[in-house]
């Protein structure tokens, strides 16, 4: 059982960190207050904060006031978290995967995680695709996944997620971190990464179809779409709804991607899988 010393000035002392569940807590105080005063900086009502483990953001984060949920999938984390702050009424535990566990319902999210490496990007996708509602995002990356981000077309760094998180929100990139910024050290930098939801955004039927669309064409990076899609849709069809088949997945603009998607929808919609739909 964890046992928290409130006079123990290292909360991190007490929480073992596990591989399992790509634990790497951060201990940079320039970083810290950064992330807090970007989620901070939002007008939503509510916080929800990703993989908080020892619960260096949460402590700070519940000063504001706001409702805070913290959502983790260790065991010891979620019982260290709950013995230092159970008693702030405005403090709500959720122990589960936060790629699958159900989240309340209601008013909009300022989000806030230095997410699990090994799950940071199917819970991305899930805060991309899902109908959960947020003003703002603060996440930490590995600093790969942070530079496909914000990749632009014909970069190796650009991909599907690039595609999508490009059209949901305006990114900026806040801070680049080296190992010694945690405990334990990783092996690889990391990035934060501020998400601002742009104004009209695609719904979430297009989200989720587009994702498909582009995971097939992406395939095999060095191929052409119509190498891609052979067996699915014609060279004369891709060229229909705006994809030229000669090209590669890597050189198309987000705003064609779209575009694409909407049209396939309408005219192609037995492409997609039923989830998407």
Known sequence: MVRW??????????LRPKKAFGQN??????AIATIVGSALGSGAPCLLEIGPGPGVLTERLLRDGRPLWAVDLDPEACELLSDRFATQPHFHLLQGDAVRIPLPEGEAWSVIGNLPYNAATPILARLLTEDIPWDRMVLMFQLEVAQKLMGV?????YGPLSVLAQLCARLTRLVKLGP?????APKVDSAVVLFEPLAEVPSLV???ALLSVLHRSFTHRRKTLANNWQGVLSADALTAVGLPPALRAEVIAPA??????????????????????
């Not at 807590?25 to 320039?30: M, S, T």
């Not at 049209?263 to 998407?276: A, D, G, I, M, R």
């Open 153 to 157: 077309p014909g970069t190796k760094a």
């Open 25 to 30: 807590f951060l201990v940079n105080e320039g």
């Open 256 to 277: 064609v991607w779209l575009s694409a998607t909407r049209t396939l929808l309408n005219q192609h919609p037995e492409v997609f899988p039923s989830s998407c739909l």
């Open 180 to 184: 010694g910024s945690f405990r334990p």
């Open 206 to 208: 297009e989200r989720r």
């Open 5 to 14: 010393d409130v006079s123990d000035p290292s909360p991190i002392a007490r």
